[in-house]
Every structure is written in structure tokens, then in C-alpha cells.
């Protein structure tokens, strides 16, 4: 029998807030980014839950995080959010999505998180919520261990979708069989890419899309602590595969920063 997995974006879909964003007061204290930024990130990330981010906002994020990150040390990110990760992410987690994670298990699915957000962030909350992939965008790293400022991939749009079939190659996906998950427009060759789409929270243009191509529409509204689930579940947390490692956390936080003091200067 062919395979079949389903594909989750992250933000706003698995989790009720941006992943990167989430972690910037952990980066503040630990050095990463300054008071100035941190108290940013505050509006960035209610800009982020209003109205997310479209096409060219998400283009010019991009071209700015590559200079932002240059040089931060990357294990230092990942220490960081190793040390935060249960206290700030485990109460951000949908209960839907959980439910739905934990029935594509039951059912035989793998269970792949993509997300343009960055390896540091995303890897670990892949394990956390026992997925068996994580696809998100690739940054060189130097030999000094710190980012170079150079994007090598960017999972963001086609990409995703892209990164998707061939996952279906390697893995033997039949991709009619799949199903896919995700908030955002933006997203939306991943979810034609496979034949069970579903639109989560999604934003106006994907509501759109969801109600013309009659998909289903999904509306998350329950954060749980994953340990309160625990007890019920039967099988432990699987280890997550990194199908593409990520950009730094703190590379799309600084991102998201650089959009909101932007959009605060044309509204002023």
C-alpha cells in the first residue's frame, strides 16, 4: 500500500502564535537582540496574530533577516530555546491540533511540521509534539558556528510545495492520500499539492480560496499544555528527521521586528 503523510504548517495552525516571535525575550536575555528589539517584538507579534504577513512583506523579511543574523552564534539559539522551549511553547499548543496529529498516527500517517520559521525553533518543537519531519528554511553556517548572512533555502510559497514532493519521492508518499494544513495563503501550493487541503484560522485570502474550492475549514481555538494530553496518549513522542534544517529563530524575529517598526512608521 502507498504511503501517506500529512504536512502541518506551524505557526497559527499547530501553535496560536509566531514560533520565532514567541522566543524574544529568551533572546534579550540571553544577549541576542537588545531591549529596543525585544520591546518590538511585542507589536510584531500582534501584527503577526491581526493580519500575518503577505507575499511582498514576507520577500522583504527575507532580504532583511539575512543581515540581521549575521554573525549570531547558532548554538547559542539552540541552548536558548532548548532551555524555554516547554514553559513558552507547550501552552501555545492547539488542542485541535494535537487531536488531529495524534489521529494521522493512528491512522498510519507520518506527520511532517513545515514552516519557514528556523531549525533552531522548529526542530525541537517537531519532537515536542512527535512529528517525524521538520522542513524549514536552510542558512549557511561558517565555520566559527555563527550564520553568515546568506540564505541557502527558503521554505516559504512554491518551496514548500516543492519540498513536499520530494518527500513523496523519497519517502513513497502517495500524494492524493495526503493531507496538509495551514493558515495562510501564502501557503497554498502546499495545500494543492496534496489531495486532502484543509484551511486553519485562515486569513481572508485563503478563507476565500477554502470556501471557492470547497475545502475544509477548520477554526482552532483551544491552547493545551501537551502534559495535560499525556496520560491519554499510548505511544511516547516520536524523534523528529530534519528534512531541511532552518534559518536562526532570531533571524525571523528580527524579520518580523524589521515589518512592524516599518508598518509603525507609515501609520505615525
Known amino acids: ?25 529568551s533572546f534579550y536575555q540571553g544577549g ?18 491581526v493580519g500575518g504577513l503577505d507575499h511582498d512583506q514576507m520577500e ?5 533577516l539575512s543581515a540581521m543574523c549575521r554573525g549570531w552564534n547558532v548554538q547559542q539559539v ?18 485541535e491540533a494535537a487531536s488531529l496529529i495524534e489521529q494521522h498516527h493512528t491512522a498510519g500517517r507520518d506527520v511532517v511540521i513545515v514552516s519557514t520559521s528556523g531549525a533552531e525553533v522548529v526542530e525541537p518543537i517537531g519532537e ?49 492520500r495526503c493531507y496538509a494544513y495551514s493558515d495562510s495563503a501564502t501557503d497554498l501550493p502546499m495545500l494543492q499539492a496534496v489531495g486532502n487541503p484543509h484551511a486553519v484560522n485562515p486569513d481572508r485570502a485563503l478563507r476565500r480560496e477554502a470556501v471557492a474550492r470547497g475545502w475544509p475549514v477548520l477554526e482552532f481555538r483551544r491552547p493545551v499544555r501537551l502534559k495535560q494530553r499525556l496520560p491519554a496518549l499510548s505511544v511516547p513522542p516520536r524523534p523528529v528527521l530534519v528534512a531541511a534544517a532552518a534559518i536562526g529563530a532570531a533571524a525571523a524575529t528580527a524579520g518580523l521586528v524589521w515589518y512592524a517598526s516599518r508598518r509603525r512608521s507609515v501609520t505615525s
Open 1 to 25: 500500500m502507498p504511503r501517506a503523510a500529512a504536512f502541518f504548517d506551524l505557526d497559527k495552525t499547530v501553535i496560536a502564535k509566531s514560533s520565532t516571535l514567541t522566543f524574544s525575550k
Open 32 to 49: 541576542l537582540i537588545n531591549r529596543r528589539v525585544a520591546l518590538r517584538t511585542a507589536y510584531a507579534q500582534f501584527v503577526f496574530l
Open 60 to 64: 522583504r523579511m527575507r532580504e532583511y
Open 78 to 95: 539552540r541552548e536558548i530555546v532548548a532551555e524555554t522551549l516547554h514553559d513558552l511553547i507547550d501552552p501555545l499548543i492547539y488542542d
Open 128 to 176: 515536542l509534539l512527535g512529528a517525524d519531519r521538520v522542513v524549514a528554511t536552510r542558512m549557511v553556517v561558517g565555520e566559527d558556528g555563527c550564520f553568515t548572512g546568506e540564505v541557502e533555502y527558503y521554505a516559504y510559497g512554491p518551496t514548500k510545495a516543492e519540498a513536499v514532493r520530494e518527500l513523496a519521492l523519497s519517502e513513497g508518499y502517495d500524494l492524493e
